[in-house]
């Protein structure tokens, strides 16, 4: 069976959810070794908000951070400029869905530092897969969610295990 190489662009939540709920950095270090692979080879790569969430999480250096700076090279994480077209275009879309979200989860969508509408415009740009821990919830109106805005702009995401699977990755 033939399968599309493709490229996955990684959420915030792939590393605090792994590192704190489902492979912590002491526990399942086969995870983490994966994952420096998979970067290595070009396989996932992730933008330049993602490491400001990580790195700013928290105002001591903590482990995920640490791991963050002895493994992954400074290219991984991408500048977000040159998708500045596309997150004009989301922003257009989520401020007409008015009708939709409430104005607070429009406004925190958002802002300017967070990664979600950064991640899907990067990821329409380069045609990448997200890889996000969210769920989609077309009814919700607390908080605009990559995956409903993925699915207005034709841009497709996974879970963490589903990439795995598609890299034919174990770890």
Known sequence: MYIKYERYLLDTNFFIQAHRSYYPLDVVESFWIRTKELARNGDIISIDKVKKEIYDKSSHEDELKLWCIDNLEDQFFHPTDEA????????????????????????????????????????????????????????????????????????????????????????
């Open 84 to 171: 500045l077209p596309q997150y004009i275009q989301i922003v257009q879309w989520v401020n007409s869905m008015r009708n939709q979200y409430h104005d607070s989860a429009i406004e925190e969508f958002l802002q300017t530092d967070l990664a979600d509408p950064w991640l899907v415009a990067y990821a329409i740009k380069l045609n990448l897969v997200i890889v996000t821990y969210e769920k989609s919830s077309p009814g919700a109106k607390k908080r605009v969610k990559i995956p409903e805005v993925c699915n207005h702009f034709g841009v497709r995401f996974v879970d963490t295990i589903e990439m795995m699977r598609e890299l034919n990755s174990k770890f």
